[in-house]
């Protein structure tokens, strides 16, 4: 069985579900092997810009009628925060859209320490 790091090198992570799209998504969910990880980049009203990272944060399990709501509060229901990533570290596909590259992810998941992770290969090349 590969490792959790091999795992999420071998391919692309979908995007669940995307919010407040500026050059990117500014808050996307992935999940990877069940477990749900939210990516928030939230807009920073002194800069009047959005921040330049990602705030990972891993997640208990959020239905689809939750998502349909709004997503200010969900940084709060957090498992646990697993830090951050700037912006430019993320590589999205082409649409910068539909996923992210899982090489990513690997740099957080230590901190999870989950045994495996499978992912979806995608045909989808950046």
């Given at each position: 069985?590969?490792?959790?790091?091999?795992?999420?090198?071998?391919?692309?992570?979908?995007?669940?579900?995307?919010?407040?799209?500026w050059?990117?998504?500014?808050?996307?969910?992935?999940?990877?092997?069940?477990?749900?990880?939210?990516?928030?980049?939230?807009?920073?009203?002194?800069?009047?810009?959005?921040?330049?990272?990602?705030?990972?944060?891993?997640?208990?399990?959020?239905?689809?009628?939750?998502?349909?709501?709004?997503?200010?509060?969900?940084?709060?229901?957090?498992?646990?925060?697993?830090?951050?990533?700037?912006?430019?570290?993320?590589?999205?596909?082409s649409?910068?859209?539909?996923?992210?590259?899982?090489?990513?992810?690997?740099?957080?998941l230590?901190t999870?320490?989950?045994?495996s992770?499978?992912?979806?290969?995608?045909?989808?090349?950046?």
């Open positions: 069985m590969a490792t959790t790091t091999q795992s999420v090198q071998a391919g692309w992570l979908p995007i669940r579900q995307y919010r407040d799209f050059d990117v998504p500014r808050m996307f969910f992935i999940e990877v092997e069940g477990k749900s990880f939210l990516f928030d980049c939230p807009f920073d009203g002194e800069r009047e810009d959005f921040s330049t990272a990602y705030q990972i944060y891993q997640m208990p399990p959020i239905s689809e009628a939750e998502l349909e709501g709004s997503w200010a509060g969900l940084p709060h229901r957090a498992i646990r925060a697993l830090g951050s990533l700037p912006v430019a570290s993320v590589t999205f596909d649409s910068r859209r539909t996923s992210i590259d899982g090489r990513i992810l690997a740099t957080l230590p999870v320490r989950t045994a992770v499978s992912i979806v290969e995608s045909n989808i090349r950046a």
